[in-house]
């Protein structure tokens, strides 16, 4: 899985990311497409499992820009336990 995403998304993904924020952004571009390829083709979770994939780019190209391209907010100082 991380190969796939080395050489198909984040070459490809690296043009349009503001410089210095790939770490930052490919962590939550990575959430949201191994959660799709689970709950779609692991779960097989409706309407998820049949959707044709234009319908879902739909669904979640919005969020996808969104950590592609929107300013992020910093960091919490407080960490995750």
Do not use: C, F, N
Not at 51 to 63: D, L, N, Q, S, Y
């Amino acid at each position: 899985m991380r190969e796939y995403l080395q050489d198909r998304v984040w070459s490809l993904a690296a043009q349009h990311l503001p410089p210095g924020e790939g770490e930052q952004r490919r962590p939550l571009v990575a959430s949201q497409l191994v959660g799709l390829a689970w709950t779609g083709y692991l779960l097989r979770l409706e309407p998820l499992a049949s959707a044709h994939p234009e319908g879902v780019a739909r669904w979640i190209g919005p969020t996808l820009d969104r950590y592609m391209r929107e300013p992020l907010p910093p960091p919490s100082e407080q960490s995750v336990r």
